[in-house]
T-cell receptor, first 117, second 113 residues
Framework: DAGVTQSPTHLIKTRGQQVTLRCSPK?????VSWYQQALGQGPQFIFQ???????QRGNFPDRFSGHQFPNYSSELNVNALLLGDSALYLC????????????????FGPGTRLTVL | GNSVTQMEGPVTLSEEAFLTINCTYT??????LFWYVQYPGEGLQLLLK?????DKGSNKGFEATYRKETTSFHLEKGSVQVSDSAVYFC????????????FGSGTRLQVQP
């Protein structure tokens, strides 16, 4: 059973550029959450997608946007990159099905390390 | 709002020593509580969880008990190994319709042979 996968592993961009990160959830999961982890810090919630809609959002500017596809995979887009966007971006998947098996446990991928120069 | 406070690290122990990493939380209602572990260069792995008061989560020799009266979820292990060296994160997930995890700042554990 494949776990959560993310691509790319590493990415180097310059200020002002745009970046797209990708995530495939664990098999059987339909909800994807994105987190930003700055060096030496705990992860900070960016947003969550379920049924192809953004369901919840953390305290991040509109430069951060996302998308979820019918196969439950997801993308995180960041526009107008700033130096402070350098971080490990983590994707987590979970399952939420009304009337069926529900779990509130989020499983994380290995992350994408973004460096902004 | 929700918050999680962990003891600052690094925590340095000798192999086979007893481990305690303190975690306290602030949340509305009855959150679920989690411990995640992050090994160098990797993402987060779920270590254990507890979903209601007095529940004890356990895995790989680690244990934590959900204490509602003290709003705590301290992580313990009776005998640590060098391979336990990692960063440990305490987290909560509340039930106010928001499903995001709120994390503590992490505690680095270094186990020496």
């Amino acid at each position: 059973d494949a776990g959560v996968t993310q691509s790319p592993t590493h990415l180097i961009k310059t200020r002002g550029q745009q970046v797209t990160l990708r995530c495939s959830p664990k098999s059987g999961h339909d909800t994807v959450s994105w987190y930003q982890q700055a060096l030496g810090q705990g992860p900070q919630f960016i947003f969550q997608y379920y049924e192809e809609e953004e369901r919840q959002r953390g305290n991040f500017p509109d430069r951060f946007s996302g998308h979820q596809f019918p196969n439950y995979s997801s993308e995180l887009n960041v526009n107008a990159l700033l130096l402070g966007d350098s971080a490990l971006y983590l994707c987590a998947s979970s399952a939420y099905r009304t009337g069926a098996i529900y779990t509130d446990t989020q499983y994380f991928g290995p992350g994408t390390r973004l460096t902004v120069l | 709002g929700n918050s999680v406070t962990q003891m600052e690290g690094p925590v340095t122990l000798s192999e086979e020593a007893f481990l305690t990493i303190n975690c306290t939380y602030t949340a509305t209602g009855y959150p679920s509580l989690f411990w995640y572990v992050q090994y160098p260069g990797e993402g987060l792995q779920l270590l254990l969880k507890a979903t209601k008061a007095d529940d004890k989560g356990s895995n790989k020799g680690f244990e934590a008990t959900y204490r509602k009266e003290t709003t705590s979820f301290h992580l313990e292990k009776g005998s640590v190994q060098v391979s336990d060296s990692a960063v440990y994160f305490c987290a909560l997930r509340d039930y106010t319709g928001r499903r995001a995890l709120t994390f503590g700042s992490g505690t680095r554990l270094q186990v020496q042979p």
